[in-house]
């Protein structure tokens, strides 16, 4: 009885933490978040969860830190927005960053899919940033794990310390990265 009572309490736990996909832990400065894109604005609070479908952006000078279901850490620099899409169970957590740039990290290997506005990266791997600049053009540097970064002209697998870009119309392509490490400075 003990035995049921507590597998019980564990499937109700998991079928309501499985209903949030992600939970603010931080922001500096301005953070704001939307539950989807018909909803205004609002300041984003710290243990505030955000389901799929919700929207948060930062801004000027400011930060937000986001802890995924998967325990996936997702930290969004400044002038940055990101959607956290909707998916089914089992399916890979989907985001979209549309602009700035996102540093997340993951103590496994993630199953993860971000998408850009001219790539999209299937994370495989456990720290990595995404930088995307005013015109959509989308840089990756992978610090460890791999990740496959796509788009409708082509593929590129990105290993530990290696970095590749995206811009429209133009297969990603690999680039060389210096002191990768050195690129978190925020």
């Known amino acids: 009885p003990i035995a049921t009572l507590v597998a019980l309490a564990f499937l109700g736990w998991s079928a309501l933490a499985a209903a949030d996909e992600a939970e603010v832990i931080n922001v ?23 389901k799929g479908g919700a929207f948060v952006r930062t801004g000027d000078a400011s930060q937000m830190a986001l802890l995924m279901d998967d325990q996936t850490q997702l930290r969004l620099n400044q002038n940055s927005m990101l959607q956290i899409k909707e998916s089914s169970a ?6 979209d960053l549309r602009a700035g740039r996102a540093w997340m990290q993951s103590k496994q290997a993630a199953n993860v899919v971000v998408d850009t506005p001219n790539a999209t990266a299937a994370i495989r791997g456990t720290d990595w940033e995404l930088e995307v600049d ?6 990756l540097a992978v610090f460890s794990g ?14 530990k310390n290696e970095g ?15 002191r990768p490490r050195d690129r978190i400075q925020w």
């Open 164 to 178: 590749a870009v995206a811009e429209a119309g133009k297969a990603p392509v690999k680039v060389v990265l210096t």
């Open 28 to 50: 500096k400065g301005k953070g704001e978040a939307r539950a989807t894109a018909r909803d205004d604005w609002r300041p984003a609070t710290v243990k505030q969860k955000l």
């Open 134 to 139: 005013p015109s959509g053009k989308t840089l």
């Open 90 to 95: 089992g399916a890979p957590a989907r985001l």
């Open 146 to 159: 791999s990740v496959e970064f796509s788009n409708p002209q082509g593929s590129v697998t990105v290993g």
